[in-house]
C-alpha cells in the first residue's frame, strides 16, 4: 500500500530533516511520528508499505516502512508536542520506523492524476493513495513496487 503523510517544515535542522532525511542522533533508524489524528490510517501500515512525503505540491521524499510502534516517550523526545486548535495537547505517538529513504522533487500533480482526485487536492496528514490510484498504478507499473522504482528513476535529487 502507498501512504501519504503531509510535511510542514522542510528546513535544515528541522524535525522532518533530523529524523527522517538523517537518523536521529543517538539512533540507528530513520523515524517519523503521526498524530492521534491519523491513527485509524496508522493501524493498517504494515512492513514493506511506502510513505510519500508531501510538501506545498510536490513528493519530497519516499520511504519503505521497516516497521511501526506506538511510543510517547520515544514521540515527545524526539517531537515534542502542540496545542491544536479544537483536540487539545497532541503528539506524534504513532511512529513509522523507515528504511530505503530517498530524496525526491515530483509534482503532486502526478498523484491527484493518478488517483483521479480533484485538482486542488492536498494531503494535510496521514492518508492512503484511494482505491483508483491503486488501480492505476497497478494497470501502468504492474506492482507498487514498480511504480516507487519509476519515481525515483525520474526525480530522484
Do not use: C
Amino acid at each position: 500500500m502507498i501512504y501519504l503523510t503531509a510535511i510542514n517544515d522542510i528546513s535544515d535542522g528541522g524535525k522532518f530533516s533530523q529524523t527522517v532525511e538523517n537518523i536521529p542522533v543517538g539512533y540507528t533508524e530513520r523515524m517519523w511520528g503521526i498524530t492521534e489524528l491519523s491513527s485509524t490510517t496508522f493501524k493498517r501500515i504494515t512492513k514493506d508499505d511506502w510513505v510519500l512525503f508531501y510538501h506545498k505540491g510536490f513528493i519530497i521524499g519516499i520511504s519503505k516502512v521497516k516497521g511501526i510502534k506506538v511510543d510517547r516517550q520515544l514521540s515527545v523526545k524526539l517531537w515534542g508536542s502542540y496545542t491544536h486548535n479544537y483536540n487539545g495537547q497532541l503528539y506524534w505517538d504513532n511512529i513509522l520506523i523507515l528504511s530505503d529513504y530517498n530524496k525526491v522533487k515530483m509534482p503532486f500533480s502526478r498523484i491527484i492524476e493518478l488517483g483521479g482526485y480533484k485538482e486542488n487536492f492536498s494531503v494535510r496528514r496521514l492518508i492512503n493513495l484511494n482505491d483508483a490510484g491503486i488501480a492505476t498504478i497497478k494497470k501502468l507499473y504492474t506492482n507498487e513496487s514498480s511504480f516507487i522504482k519509476t519515481i525515483l528513476k525520474e526525480n530522484r535529487i
